[in-house]
């Protein structure tokens, strides 16, 4: 049996042709690239303001910080007479008290001495790692990359209190040492596998071709690995930088003695007096505290960039 | 320099076996090429000549010395690869000199050797650039100064120009082989183009399914191939391959087609009449006409190349190509006069492909 098209149907497919025209239309004029931003309330709608409001969002946490930061006490607490928007009468007495009334200055110290050795050695060793997994044949090179992944994924919320116990057993408690030798835990997983994705990359007979040449396996990897993979090992370097600078529960529980910690746990633990919080000191340190981050950032990124546009490619 | 010995060779990825026993012994100097289509084990063959992959079976001997367990890098082999291979963060001069500084050879040694490389490839005035600054062409050329200033025993190139367009293989190809002539070092060249083989060579090793199919002179393999691969591998267009039955009569034989015409056939040893038999002529063996007993197809297809005119033509269901140095005036539908060449058709066995060789003259 035939089926019967009802007429409201037979109109609807009359108007799709119609309608997919359209729609070609406006590919087509899409496809004339980006000439479609060249007129001003355009490029304003799709360019600008999505980014003023990036801008804003990502901007106004370091606003507030450096507005607080430099509140006189009296503007910070009365927010009635006092515009909160806005600074009055800025003062460096936050500054003056974190640096010369606190540990500040030790606190920046033990952070830096932490996350510079800290990701100096979880690159050395993922560096290794990755290089051979990728690159070595054995039997379970495949296993290996992926229990690496797997150990990233346990969150290290789990794994203080086993730390703890094997920190304490060597009597790293409360030195540096204990951070700069746990925090690898959590960076290496990441950077392997960042690294072993890099190491992918490059062209096998690049090797080969050097093996040819007479390099050794650590030749190899010093003279043609290494300097091809350098926007990887910056990536795996910042992120492992950054994250030891930040960490916290580690930090947290392995120092307890203010002079031997670091510049998160060392602000919320220091600058807060019970239920007092100096709001001006504790927005002084956060702000000294991401200024060597923003720094190593800023230094990288060219880096970074300069050596993406220079990359594998023959 | 030196010669290689290649004996019984096999290779096994796993379990899967890729070269089931090889045997080439290629001389002092010369200048041999590996062909075959792709899988056929002989980029295999040429890395485990390299050091780059394991032998699993057999030896390979570089100048009389058996180097199957000697790491890449005492062999003295240098590689050009298909993607050349050059350190994109050195520059042609540090590409060229990577090895001699490896081997910790004197600055002025180096110097020297890069610049008499760079003026033998006409590199001079890019020892400065990045690989990623030069184009296919010279990059090839880096590739090749790499090897020439380790003055090594053996070169081996593995696909070297298939990288390059037409016009610039056609000339690279001719670089090379001067280049050979100059320096008279061994080489081992691998390619799956037969032109590339037949220009380059000084003996051609036709390879298949991790065989040797069959070794010799580029014209020798041309004139004489023994079997249906290399008979069809060798030689542009192919050679024609039309099935029969063998007829004979005495001494005189003919092969008998689909529809009953009787293809003159040069006289065979053994094989008796009735036996199924491929019959090969190559495209510019046939004469034009029907001048004695020749065959009449039908024509396909006219492309005219300028030097000489391709016929793609129809013999009792079988497409026949034929080529003339003339130029006749032939369109599609007509029916065209072949006559083969009687000295130039070869027999194949149709069961096993093997060249039905002539009975042994008296």
């Known amino acids: 049996m035939a089926e019967q098209v009802s007429p409201s149907r037979q109109a609807a497919a009359a108007a799709r042709p119609n309608l997919f025209q359209r729609w070609l239309e406006r590919k087509r004029e899409a496809a004339e690239g980006t000439d479609y931003l060249t007129s001003l309330p355009k490029r304003f709608v799709y360019v600008y303001l999505p980014v003023l409001l990036f801008l804003f969002i990502l901007l106004f946490p370091f606003y507030w910080m450096g507005l607080t930061s430099i509140k006189p006490d009296t503007e910070l607490i009365d927010l009635e007479t006092h515009n909160p928007w806005w600074v009055v009468n800025p003062t460096l007495a936050h500054f003056n008290r974190l640096l010369f009334e606190t540990d500040y200055p030790s606190w920046m110290w033990n952070t830096m001495l932490v996350a510079v050795s800290a990701t100096f050695l979880s690159i050395v060793a993922s560096v290794m790692a990755a290089y051979a997994i990728v690159r070595i044949r054995y039997s379970g090179s495949n296993w290996v990359g992926g229990l690496i992944f797997l150990a990233y994924l346990v969150p290290p919320s789990i794994l203080f209190i086993p730390l703890a116990i094997i920190v304490f057993d060597y009597g790293l408690f409360d030195s540096p040492l204990a951070l700069i030798l746990t925090y690898p835990t959590i960076l290496i997983p990441f950077s392997t596998w960042l690294l072993m994705g890099y190491f992918k990359s490059i062209p096998y007979e690049l090797e080969e071709c050097a093996l040819i040449d007479g390099a050794s396996r650590l030749q190899i990897l010093v003279k043609i690995v290494l300097p091809l993979s350098i926007p990887g090992i910056i990536s795996a370097g910042i992120f492992a930088f950054t994250l030891c600078w930040n960490e916290f529960i580690y930090a947290l529980t392995f120092i307890s003695s203010s002079e031997n910690k670091t510049v998160p746990v060392a602000v919320l633990s220091e600058l807060i007096d019970g239920d007092i919080y100096h709001w001006g000191a504790l927005m002084a340190g956060a702000l000294l505290g991401s200024v060597p981050v923003a720094l190593v950032y800023s230094f990288f990124v060219e880096h970074y960039v300069s050596s993406m546009t220079g990359a594998v490619k023959e | ?317 079988q497409d026949i190509c034929a080529v003339f140095r003339e130029r006749h005036d032939l369109t599609p539908g007509q029916t065209l006069g072949l006559s083969p060449a009687l000295d130039k058709v070869h027999l194949f066995d149709a069961a096993t492909g093997q060249h039905l060789r002539p009975p042994p003259s008296t």
């Open chain 2, 1 to 317: 320099m030196a010669g290689v010995e290649i004996r019984d060779v096999r290779k096994a990825f796993g379990k899967t076996p890729v070269i089931h026993g090889v045997d080439i012994d290629i001389a002092d100097g010369e200048f041999v090429v590996l062909v075959g289509p792709s899988g056929c084990g002989k980029s295999t063959l040429l890395r485990m000549i390299a050091g780059l992959e394991q032998i699993t079976g057999g030896e390979i001997a570089i100048g009389g010395r058996v180097v199957n367990m000697v790491p890449p890098k005492e062999r003295d082999v240098a590689m050009v690869f298909q993607n050349y291979a050059l350190y994109p963060h050195m520059t042609v001069y540090d590409n060229m000199a990577f090895s001699l500084k490896l081997r910790r050879a004197p600055k002025s040694l180096v110097d020297e050797r890069v610049r008499r490389a760079a003026d033998i490839l006409n590199l001079g005035e890019y020892l400065e650039r990045y690989p990623r600054q030069l184009s296919g062409g010279q990059r090839q050329r880096v590739a090749m100064g790499r090897a020439i200033v380790r003055d090594p025993q053996v070169f081996l190139f593995d696909e070297p120009l298939s990288n390059l367009d037409a016009k610039l293989r056609v000339q690279m190809r001719t670089e090379i082989k001067e280049l050979h002539q100059r320096l008279r070092t061994t080489t081992v060249y691998v390619t799956h183009d037969q032109i590339e083989a037949m220009t380059m060579a000084d003996r051609i090793v036709v390879m298949h399914d991790g065989l040797v199919e069959q070794i010799g002179q580029p014209l020798d393999l041309y004139d004489e191939p023994n079997n249906l691969f290399v008979a069809g591998f060798i030689g542009s267009p192919a050679m024609n391959f039309i099935e029969g039955t063998l007829r004979r009569n005495g001494a005189a034989a003919a092969v008998e087609i689909g529809d009953g015409t009787r293809l003159p056939a040069p006289p065979v040893n053994g094989h008796a009449d009735g036996a199924k038999v491929v019959y090969g002529i190559r495209p510019e063996h046939f004469a034009y006409g029907n001048n004695g007993g020749g065959l009449n197809a039908e024509v396909v297809v006219v492309e005219p190349t300028g030097t000489e005119i391709q016929v793609m033509s129809k013999l009792a269901g």
